[in-house]
Antibody
Framework: EVQLVESGGDLVQPGGSLRLSCSAS????????MHWVRQVPGKGLVWVSR????????TYADSVKGRFTISRDNAKNTLYLQMNSLRVEDTAVYYC??????????????WGQGTMVTVSS | DIVMTQSPDSLAVSLGERATINCKSS????????????LGWYRQKPGQPPKLLIY???TRESGVPDRFSGSGSGTDFTLTISSLQAEDVAVYYC?????????FGQGTKLQIK
C-alpha cells in the first residue's frame, strides 16, 4: 500500500524547535520530489517547502525561509522538516506529500494524514 | 507568486444537481513547451488529507468517478460535478504546480441544499 505517515507534531513554546518526520512506503521514495504543506484547522492549504529526489535542492515559502529546513534520508525512506524559531502563526497541521511521476512540476498524488504542531506559551 | 482565486467560497447544491467551482490564476499556468495546464483539483473531507481528483486541468485521476470533470486553460478553470452525491460534501481546492510556490486556492465548501 502506498503510504506516507507523519510524526513529531507537538505543543512547543514560541522560539522553540521541533522536527517532523514522514515515513514513506509502497512506492519509490528515492525517485520522488517531496513537499510539506500546512493547514491551520478550518483554513486553507499552504505550501511550505520542497526537496528534490536526491536531496540536493530545496525551496521554501518566504514565511519559513531561514527558520525551517527540509531534508530526506532515502536509505530510510524518510522526509524531515526541522522547524526552528517557531512562532504562534506556525500552528497548523503539517502534511507531507509526494509528487506524481516523481516530479518536478507534478501534482501531489500521495498525502500523509498530517501531524499537528501547536506553538503556544 | 501565482495567486489562485476560487469562486464561490461556498456552494449549496441539491442532490443530483450540477455543482460548478471556478478557479482563476493570476498568471497563465499553460506551459508553451507541451501545451499542458499545470492545474490540479483536490477534494478534502473533514479530518482527512486532500485527495487528488483532476490534473493537467482536465485529466481525471484513476478511480475518480466520471461525474467529476475539469476544464479551462491559461488562467481560468472550472471543476464540475455533474450530479451531486452525498459523499461529495467537502472542501475543494485548485492548485497550480507550474512554479514554486505551488499555490492553492482558498477553497470552496460544497454542501447539500
Amino acid at each position: 500500500e502506498v503510504q506516507l505517515v507523519e510524526s513529531g507534531g507537538d505543543l512547543v513554546q514560541p522560539g522553540g524547535s521541533l522536527r517532523l518526520s514522514c515515513s514513506a512506503s509502497g512506492f519509490s521514495f528515492s525517485s520522488n520530489w517531496m513537499h510539506w504543506v500546512r493547514q491551520v484547522p478550518g483554513k486553507g492549504l499552504v505550501w511550505v517547502s520542497r526537496i528534490n529526489s536526491d536531496g540536493s535542492g530545496t525551496t521554501y515559502a518566504d514565511s519559513v525561509k531561514g527558520r525551517f529546513t527540509i531534508s530526506r534520508d532515502n536509505a530510510k525512506n524518510t522526509l524531515y522538516l526541522q522547524m526552528n524559531s517557531l512562532r504562534v502563526e506556525d500552528t497548523a497541521v503539517y502534511y507531507c506529500a509526494s509528487e506524481y511521476w516523481g516530479g518536478p512540476a507534478s501534482p501531489f498524488n500521495v498525502w500523509g494524514q498530517g501531524t499537528m504542531v501547536t506553538v503556544s506559551s | 507568486d501565482i495567486v489562485m482565486t476560487q469562486s464561490p467560497d461556498s456552494l449549496a447544491v441539491s442532490l443530483g444537481e450540477r455543482a460548478t467551482i471556478n478557479c482563476k490564476s493570476s498568471q497563465s499556468v499553460l506551459h508553451s513547451s507541451n501545451s499542458k495546464n499545470y492545474l490540479g483539483w483536490y477534494r478534502q473531507k473533514p479530518g482527512q488529507p486532500p485527495k487528488l481528483l483532476i490534473y493537467w486541468a482536465s485529466t481525471r485521476e484513476s478511480g475518480v468517478p466520471d461525474r467529476f470533470s475539469g476544464s479551462g486553460s491559461g488562467t481560468d478553470f472550472t471543476l464540475t460535478i455533474s450530479s451531486l452525491q452525498a459523499e461529495d460534501v467537502a472542501v475543494y481546492y485548485c492548485q497550480q504546480y507550474y512554479t514554486v510556490p505551488y499555490t492553492f486556492g482558498q477553497g470552496t465548501k460544497l454542501q447539500i441544499k
